[in-house]
Antibody, heavy 126, light 110 residues
Framework: QAQLVQSGAEVKTPGASVKVSCKASGYTFSNYGISWVRQAPGQGLEWIGRLNTYNGFTDNAQKFQGRVSMTADTPTSTAYMELGSLKSDDTAIYYC???????????????????WGKGTTVIVSS | QSVLAQPPSVSGAPGQRVTISCSGNSSNIGNNPVNWYQQLPGKAPKLLIYFDGLLPSGVSDRFSGSKSGTSASLAISGLHSDDEGDYFCATWEDRLNVVLFGGGTKLTVL
């Protein structure tokens, strides 16, 4: 069955960068995109961005512009999300999720996150 | 405060039916399908409903979704104690080009 396994917890100081990995198995990696979502302690879900694992195209929320990089290593079926210039309010659980799609009645594609990793805790503290 | 409005909490007794609403506008729910995610305590989110009302394989048919205009709803029938957790709606926001999540609704089974 499809599975996403994420890297372990990280503790970083303000201003540093963190790189989270997400290894896929049980499906053809390049046939599905990867989304990244985070959840601050006691808070809701926040979308960071999306990665097309076939062509490397990325798209992210404006608030992360210039700070986030999402990449894919197809031979190892692994996606990466690197977030730089860390601040204390970047402390959160970071999730990767497989991006599946359905074709709507007009032929347009619509996406949903159908397989999730267990999350990677990132703590930013001095 | 999320652009997609959900009630902070709902509750129901075992066996009862509850609904969770998700309200948006014409640039998100009004123009794009809604997905619902369940997050049990200490766990990662799980896809519950996609494309407004479709059930992924393996998800109980006690869960159902619907949409009308700029609002969507998740219904849970035959409540179980292990349904307790947080429920989030999500959809694409055309003006901001982002996936928007609702603020989440905490379900308590009395």
């Amino acid at each position: 069955q499809a599975q996403l396994v994420q890297s372990g917890a990280e503790v970083k100081t303000p201003g540093a960068s963190v790189k989270v990995s997400c290894k896929a198995s049980g499906y053809t990696f390049s046939n599905y995109g990867i989304s990244w979502v985070r959840q601050a302690p006691g808070q809701g879900l926040e979308w960071i961005g999306r990665l097309n694992t076939y062509n490397g195209f990325t798209d992210n929320a404006q608030k992360f512009q210039g700070r986030v990089s999402m990449t894919a290593d197809t031979p190892t079926s692994t996606a990466y999300m690197e977030l730089g210039s860390l601040k204390s309010d970047d402390t959160a659980i970071y999730y990767c999720a497989r991006r599946s799609r359905i074709t709507g009645p007009t032929g347009y594609y619509y996406y949903y996150m159908d397989v999730w990793g267990k999350g990677t805790t990132v703590i930013v503290s001095s | 405060q999320s652009v997609l409005a959900q009630p902070p909490s709902v509750s129901g007794a075992p066996g009862q039916r509850v609904t969770i609403s998700c309200s948006g506008n014409s640039s998100n729910i009004g123009n794009n399908p809604v997905n619902w995610y369940q997050q049990l305590p200490g766990k990662a989110p799980k896809l519950l409903i996609y494309f407004d009302g479709l059930l992924p394989s393996g998800v109980s048919d006690r869960f159902s979704g619907s949409k009308s205009g700029t609002s969507a709803s998740l219904a849970i029938s035959g409540l179980h104690s292990d349904d307790e957790g947080d429920y989030f709606c999500a959809t694409w926001e055309d003006r901001l080009n982002v996936v928007l999540f609702g603020g989440g609704t905490k379900l308590t089974v009395l």
